[in-house]
T-cell receptor, first 113, second 117 residues
Framework: KQEVTQIPAALSVPEGENLVLNCSFTDSAIYNLQWFRQDPGKGLTSLLLIQSSQREQTSGRLNASLDKSSGRSTLYIAASQPGDSATYLC????????????FGGGTRVLVKP | EPEVTQTPSHQVTQMGQEVILRCVPISNHLYFYWYRQILGQKVEFLVSFYNNEISEKSEIFDDQFSVERPDGSNFTLKIRSTKLEDSAMYFCASPAVRLAGGNYEQYFGPGTRLTVT
């Protein structure tokens, strides 16, 4: 059974600092990995999707890497802003588990002005 | 970004009552999903629905739950007799942006917060 873990559970940084969020998964046979943002009491906003054949994906200040063999992904957010404060979730789509996503517990980020 | 909508945004119900949560997924898609998130816990998969049939369900999705597509656009999740532990945020999701190799990106609705008292 796929397990997805995100460390740290919470992170607080001053504005302007780069953020590094980690995601690990136990089953490397994945189709893709998706990063989401969740604001308090709100839905999930898709940020980036990395296919299993890719090593990284970039969108603006966001960059996500994938090391499938070691079961790890890292989300980098450059030059953080207070508006980046949210919970960031990673989720994997596992080949042996149909099309559903398996989620990590998230990293709650606070960017202080 | 493709939009998935859900109604109501918040539902309060008494234990034992039936609730129906509604979703309008991305149009022309055959695959739909329901997930839930109990406060402070992980987002959990409930059920996937493909071409008007359940294609996969989790152990959470017991006989109290059912899904339907009552018309061409709506997609519902029904809980027949709610329990306190059903209190959670319920999300529907729809795949979009088909990528190479059969991959696609899932888009989530804003969720329905269900409170069972």
């Amino acid at each position: 059974k796929q397990e997805v873990t995100q460390i740290p559970a919470a992170l607080s940084v001053p504005e302007g600092e780069n953020l590094v969020l980690n995601c690990s998964f136990t089953d490397s046979a994945i189709y893709n990995l998706q990063w989401f943002r969740q604001d308090p009491g709100k839905g999930l906003t898709s940020l980036l999707l990395i296919q299993s054949s890719q090593r990284e994906q970039t969108s603006g200040r966001l960059n996500a890497s994938l090391d499938k063999s070691s079961g790890r992904s890292t989300l980098y957010i450059a030059a953080s802003q207070p508006g980046d404060s949210a919970t960031y979730l990673c989720a994997v789509r596992v080949k042996a588990a149909g099309n559903k996503l398996t989620f990590g517990g998230g990293t709650r980020v606070l960017v202080k002005p | 970004e493709p939009e998935v909508t859900q109604t109501p945004s918040h539902q309060v119900t008494q234990m034992g009552q039936e609730v129906i949560l509604r979703c309008v997924p991305i149009s022309n898609h055959l695959y739909f999903y329901w997930y839930r998130q109990i406060l402070g816990q992980k987002v959990e998969f409930l059920v996937s629905f493909y071409n008007n049939e359940i294609s996969e369900k989790s152990e959470i999705f017991d006989d109290q739950f059912s899904v339907e597509r009552p018309d061409g656009s709506n997609f519902t999740l029904k809980i027949r007799s709610t329990k306190l532990e059903d209190s959670a945020m319920y999300f529907c999701a729809s795949p979009a942006v088909r990528l190479a190799g059969g991959n696609y990106e899932q888009y989530f609705g804003p969720g329905t917060r269900l409170t069972v008292t």
